[in-house]
DNA sequence: TAAACATATGAACAGATATTCATATGTATA
DNA sequence: TATACATATGAATATCTGTTCATATGTTTA
């Protein structure tokens, strides 16, 4: 759809003032994509369940695997997105791989989910 | 894949405590559940397009289409989903139904995202 | 250096999801 | 009360996504 197609209510006389407020206070589309991009991956409870191991204590992927009782290649996939996202890091400790939390948003974060849905 | 048949490590004998423990820690599979999904939500840009724009000000349907430059029926799908979680809220005003935030978890949890997104 | 171990990865498939289109519902107005 | 307006909704479709399976990569150890 074109943008000088959209659709109009009857007020919009009224109310272009606000439109154009609004797209000027807008972030920048490469942000809003991103923003969406990063709460993508905190909307699959796999990776949910893997950050609450890691907010525990650092952990391999066998170990993680084990945890939640599902398949190294289930989680070695999910790993990669969280580590893409920045939200896990890893180091190598001899045949082990070792994941951890990045940094403390990820706890901020989900606690402020967590105070939503227990309300 | 059956919970007594999953994969160890090695070295499992020396991690069967932590595997332990973080289980022990784990919330209940209900909340995890609750809480990918509430994320779900905010992991779509046309939600979070919508969630941006009534950061500014509470808005008629046509109007937040208006603002999005998308159609009616697109944003009234999205809304119906925020409203679901509890993100949103609405009231009628003559023909207009007008949304509004339904509380300030909306706005600090995009904060914390904002913040990973901006390092 | 060959074998075992730990993890990563690509392809494929099944299930989920956002938009579109047509239309239904509910409200105001002429 | 007929018509226009504002929004909601169901079905269909195309795209996206998580897991599985097979296998590759990289490390240790016998």
Same mark, same amino acid.
Request: charged letters at 30%; a negative charge; proline letters at 1%.
């Given at each position: 759809?074109?943008?000088?197609?959209?659709? *109009? /209510?009857?007020?919009?006389?009224?109310?272009?003032?606000?439109?154009?407020? #609004?797209?000027?206070?807008?972030?920048?589309?490469?942000? !809003?994509?991103?923003?969406?991009? *990063?709460?993508?991956?905190?909307?699959?409870?796999?990776? @949910?369940?893997?950050?609450?191991?890691?907010?525990?204590?650092?952990?391999?992927? /066998?170990? @993680?695997?084990?945890?939640?009782?599902?398949? +190294?290649?289930?989680?070695?996939? +999910?790993?990669? #997105?969280?580590? +893409?996202?920045? !939200?896990?890091?890893?180091? $190598?400790?001899?045949?082990?791989? @070792?994941?951890?939390?990045?940094?403390?948003?990820? $706890?901020? @974060? #989900?606690? +402020?989910?967590?105070?939503?849905?227990?309300?």
């Amino acid at each position: 759809m074109a943008l000088n197609d959209v659709e *109009l /209510c009857d007020e919009h006389a009224v109310h272009i003032k606000l439109v154009n407020k #609004i797209n000027h206070e807008m972030p920048e589309d490469d942000d !809003l994509y991103d923003l969406a991009e *990063l709460f993508k991956v905190f909307g699959d409870s796999t990776r @949910i369940k893997i950050l609450f191991a890691l907010f525990e204590s650092e952990m391999c992927v /066998c170990d @993680i695997a084990e945890t939640l009782g599902m398949t +190294q290649s289930a989680i070695s996939h +999910q790993l990669k #997105i969280l580590k +893409q996202s920045k !939200l896990v890091s890893n180091r $190598r400790e001899g045949k082990s791989i @070792i994941y951890f939390l990045a940094d403390d948003h990820v $706890r901020t @974060i #989900i606690d +402020q989910g967590m105070n939503h849905i227990k309300e």
